[in-house]
């Protein structure tokens, strides 16, 4: 009842979760023996206690440790092979390659691996400084929150066995003019933030009003050291840099270059082979402050506005001396970002009262909103050696929506959206097409880009309400994604923009499932999904897109199938076997395929 007393009274709970998960295919591989080299284990503790102090005090504590070792799913091709994934053909120093020279990764026995450790801790307090006066209202409250993320990624070549200068010596018998073997890495990254929060509502009669504060501290450290595989992969990382090789390495007198359009490069007698580590370290903060009114106007008409301010401030970006790789500048934004939402009942009787529903089923709801974006970058931001820091993302979105009720149970909605980006957030590789790319990543700004789109969606009863049995949802999504000023305006990298839409654009999707519920809570689910193909999954020369297509089944016990603490969870993944390309050659990564069937069977517990 309005303005009553929650009935709670001093209490304690937990959840304790532990897990281990090991599969042989751990990502997309690019060719069609999925599991060579791609597997992995993963170990994770989640915990999280709740506290109840009374009937207006509550305290939570969550904690999450999550440790994983993995193979990076080689090139494993039966040779002809060669940097960045492909032959290059054009005349040059070298003659064209031949499948018989080119080992496969798997033939040189160098595979990658990949270690990863996260943890995060939270505690929140939360206080209720006045009950809700109605009971359409929330409580009023006020929450504060503390927490802490820390991350360490590791990716090295654990079988090296050879001395980088015999790969690019003619003489040698291990010389390797080009190889699937692109780089052998050692590279580490390490990251931290720590983020304090105040939230608090307050509720009276028709208004809900929130506002809030956040501030979050940030470090980064991350190390990059790449030997080159072959000749060509030699060239490449001194065109790239040449604080990326060892002091000393000599450039071909006469000037020659490889089949990539890079100065043919060696190693200086007597000088080091191994280049010293490139180091980048980051700190800063990021804070905001939001206030916003929910504000029920009428019966049929509802009014969301609000401010929110965001700083992200980047203030150092410090580089290893000793190599001579310089620091970066930093980048100090700050943003004003109002919002503007409407929500509507639309009229059951005139000219759009066919919208507005009859008998018992709910008006159609109009949504109109205008959103002012900013999207900080990630912790991991990924190296170019002396390119400006990256700027935060911000954007205008607008949206027009409609939600109708056809029948109980039933809705269905349809928006269309436009968002206007500026300095818009891409990746990519540092040698874009290599294999190695997917490890060693860059974020990119774009001065502009624009968004556009379309979705609709159904859902049947997703709650399961009134005993029914079935759930059914069913969406499409019609968008893109275009760099604009392509031609006449310059990336944070300093490079003319060119590039049409970023590799991950994908016009149409479309997603379709259901689950039943038998009796004794059996479930039975199918899931679907449906896309045109990304952008980067263009074939050179083509404008043509993959596909993608992929079909899932899930079955799952009750929890207390056995000993009325045990369940089973079964889930068949991509059903039909489908196996399309994701992407071709892009900047992002090199080939990568769809992962084909699965089984998945999980055994849980309950006490």
Same mark, same amino acid.
């Given at each position: 009842a309005a303005g009553s007393q929650p009935a709670l009274t001093q209490s304690y709970g937990y959840l304790l979760h532990i897990s281990q998960r090991s599969t042989d295919v751990v990502?997309?591989?690019?060719? *069609?023996?999925?599991?060579? =080299?791609?597997?992995? $284990?993963?170990?994770?503790?989640?915990? *999280? &206690?709740?506290?109840? %102090?009374?009937?207006?005090?509550?305290?939570?504590?969550?904690? /999450?440790?999550?440790?994983? $070792?993995?193979?990076?799913?080689?090139?494993?091709? =039966?040779? #002809?092979? #060669? !940097?960045?994934?492909?032959?290059?053909?054009?005349?040059?120093?070298?003659?064209?390659?031949?499948?018989?020279?080119?080992?496969?990764?798997?033939e040189e026995f160098q595979d990658q691996f990949q270690k990863e450790d996260n943890n995060l801790a939270m505690a929140q307090l939360r206080r209720v400084i006045r009950p809700r006066d109605i009971a359409s209202n929330p409580d009023s409250t006020i929450t504060l929150s503390v927490g802490g993320i820390d991350n360490e990624t590791r990716l090295e070549n654990e079988n090296r066995n050879f001395d980088p200068r015999d790969l690019t010596n003619p003489n040698s018998t291990l010389f390797r003019r080009n190889s699937s073997v692109e780089f052998n890495p050692d590279v580490r990254r390490t990251y931290n933030q720590f983020q304090s929060q105040v939230d608090m509502v307050l509720a009276r009669k028709n208004h809900v009003i929130k506002g809030g504060a956040l501030i979050n501290s940030y470090t980064s450290t991350e190390r990059y050291r790449l030997e080159p595989g072959s000749q060509v992969a030699l060239n490449a990382l001194f065109a790239k840099s040449p604080l990326l090789v060892p002091a000393g390495i000599t450039v071909n007198p006469q000037g020659l270059r490889d089949d990539f359009g890079n100065l043919i490069v060696n190693y200086q007698?007597?000088?080091?082979?191994?280049?010293? &580590?490139?180091?980048?370290? $980051?700190?800063?903060?990021?804070?905001? !402050? @939001?206030?916003?009114?929910?504000?029920? !106007? +009428?019966?049929?008409?509802?009014? =969301?506005?609000?401010?929110?301010? /965001?700083n992200f401030e980047l203030t150092r970006i410090g580089a290893n001396t000793a190599a001579g790789l310089p620091g970066n500048g930093g980048t100090n934004k700050n943003e004003l970002s109002p919002r503007l939402n409407i929500a509507l009942q639309l009229p059951r009787r005139g000219f759009i009262g066919f919208l507005g529903g009859g008998g018992a089923t709910r008006r159609a709801v109009l949504r109109v909103g205008y959103n002012r974006l900013f999207q900080r970058p990630p912790l991991g931001q990924g190296t170019y050696f002396g390119n400006s820091a990256i700027r935060p993302q911000t954007g205008d979105s607008y949206e027009i929506g409609l939600e109708k009720q056809l029948g109980e149970n039933q809705v269905i909605k349809a928006t269309l959206y436009s968002v206007q980006y500026k300095d818009y957030l891409d990746v990519e590789g540092l040698f874009p097409g290599t294999q190695f790319a997917t490890s060693v990543l860059t974020l990119v700004n774009y001065p502009q880009a624009t968004s556009n789109g379309f979705e609709l969606s159904y859902n049947y009863n997703p709650t399961f309400r009134n005993n029914n049995r079935l759930t059914l949802f069913a969406s499409y999504t019609n968008g893109s994604i275009k760099l604009e000023k392509r031609g006449s305006s310059f990336d944070s990298l300093g490079r003319l923009v060119t590039k049409e839409r970023p590799d991950f654009d994908q016009e149409h999707t479309f997603n379709f499932g259901f689950t039943y519920r038998f009796p004794a809570n059996y479930t039975f689910g199918v899931s679907s999904y449906i896309g045109s193909g990304l952008y980067g999954s263009r074939r050179p020369g083509s404008d043509t897109r993959d596909g993608i297509a992929e079909v899932n089944l899930r079955l799952a016990?009750?929890? $207390?199938f056995f000993s009325k603490s045990f369940g %089973?969870?079964?889930?068949?993944?991509?059903?039909? /076997?489908?196996? +399309?390309?994701?992407? &071709? @050659?892009n900047a992002y990564e090199a080939t990568r395929i769809q992962t084909g069937r699965r089984l998945l069977t999980s055994i849980y517990a309950r006490f």
């Open positions: 990502t997309e591989a690019p060719q *069609k023996r999925q599991t060579l =080299n791609n597997s992995g $284990r993963n170990n994770s503790v989640f915990g *999280k &206690f709740d506290y109840t %102090l009374g009937p207006l005090t509550q305290i939570m504590g969550l904690v /999450d440790i999550n440790g994983a $070792r993995s193979n990076i799913a080689n090139r494993t091709e =039966n040779g #002809g092979v #060669g !940097f960045t994934g492909r032959l290059e053909t054009s005349a040059g120093i070298f003659p064209p390659q031949t499948i018989a020279n080119t080992p496969s990764q798997a007698q007597g000088r080091p082979a191994t280049a010293n &580590f490139g180091q980048f370290r $980051r700190e800063g903060t990021y804070t905001a !402050f @939001y206030l916003q009114d929910t504000w029920a !106007f +009428n019966p049929v008409l509802t009014i =969301n506005g609000g401010v929110r301010v /965001d016990t009750s929890p $207390r %089973l969870d079964v889930s068949v993944e991509n059903l039909l /076997d489908q196996q +399309n390309r994701y992407n &071709f @050659y």
